[in-house]
């Protein structure tokens, strides 16, 4: 499988080189040059192990791997999970399930992607022989995550930036508390959109990529992408021959990853009659599919932080398909972008996504409401793929964050305190985080300073 970008720039490349390089050298992002179809039966089965299904999908995209050390590499990266389902779906209703996606070890959804993303950052560095600097920017799960499938491995320092008082408590606790000394959480003044501003700029420039030898974790990175597919398989598989019709996918969202990637799953073949965008107060993409204005405005911070994001990076790629993968419109279309910082789209067709959008005032509601109905306790994030449900067809809620990470509004919300052991021992652990100007000399001087 090649990987071109969605700007056009560049030769096509295969997965390793679409994997190291994060963004492609036109300042694009990385896109399968064509999409497979799933294999035939395969979605008339059972649920298989979440393993046996990764190998199955990401062997159409990874040529680069010969199949027995990629399902070696798929076993190290989600025989860690704490469900022998990895991604177990409980049924709360007829038609109502949830996808829980929060049974990795930093408990989100992110460790999909970077459970198998720090394995193959591992695996780069024995191949190449080159040390690796990581840098990313989190709104509170991926900067864990990344940390996690990375501390303590040699050859690779890991740069997180983070919204200072922009994430939870036990959040930045899981970032800060590694004791590991190639972990770097670096807080910013400013908001996240900040954060992966700095990162995509000192991504996009070619001279300190190459010196300081930069690696991606954001979901700019399509490994990200192709590794979140996998679960809207798995969980297609596990529903009753009975909901297999006209199935809709309810999912949190924040930087538009992990919907574009059951919408790519979808393109290949995955039945879905619907997606439903489910957005904060931060509604930027709840605005884009009900007028076609995509028009960022100032972050307003929610009890949902980890989607309290304006800029929303993934929609590039959904704008090269939506432009039957015409890469100069695209191109056209992201430097108006920069230019004037929003974009119409007088005709646009959302294709089969809706969205919808909470305020705080409804996360807390709908904890509740969810909570007295089910008997069922959803984080802030997965809350809001609750609200305004009409369950007459089949849903799907993702469930992309344990509960326990956000104690002080499930506790606002009902009452309860939610607690889970991991957490719970970081309390007792010291932090180490660094303060660094947010901005991109700021930025490149610190990892000058600390690089691998």
Known sequence: MEFVSTRGGGDPVGFYDAFANGLAPDGGLYVP??????PSGLLIDDAMPYPALAWDILGMFDSDHDPDHLIDLIDRSYGNFSDTMSAPLQQLSDNLFVLELFHGPTLSFKDFGLQLIGNLFEEQIERTGEAINVLGATSGDTGSAAIHGLAGKKD??????????????????????????????????????DAQAIVKELMGDAKVKKNLNLSAINSINIARILAQAVYYVHAYMQLPPDNRDDVRFVVPTGNFGNVFAGWMV?????????????????????RLFESGNYEPEAVKPSY???MDIQVVSNFERFLYYHNDKDAKSTAKLMAELKEKGSLQFPNFDPSNFTA????????????KEVYDKYNYIADPHTACAFQDLDVGNTHIVLATAHPAKFPDVI?????????EE????LKKMQQVNYSVEATPEAVKKFLEDNAA
């Open 422 to 425: 991991s957490l719970e021992a």
């Open 33 to 38: 040059r064509h999409l497979p179809m799933l």
């Open 156 to 193: 690779v320092n890991v740069f997180i930036l983070y919204p200072k008082g922009g994430i939870s408590k036990l959040q930045e606790r899981q970032m800060t508390c590694t004791g590991e000394k190639n972990i770097f959480p670096i807080e910013i003044e400013g908001t996240f959109d």
């Open 304 to 306: 949902a932080p980890s």
């Open 356 to 367: 919808s959008r909470s305020t705080n005032e409804d996360i807390l509601e709908t904890i």
């Open 266 to 286: 979808n393109q290949m073949g995955l039945p879905v009659d619907q997606f439903v965008v489910a957005t904060n107060q931060n509604d930027i993409l709840f």
């Open 411 to 419: 506790n606002k919300a009902i009452g309860e305190t939610p607690t």
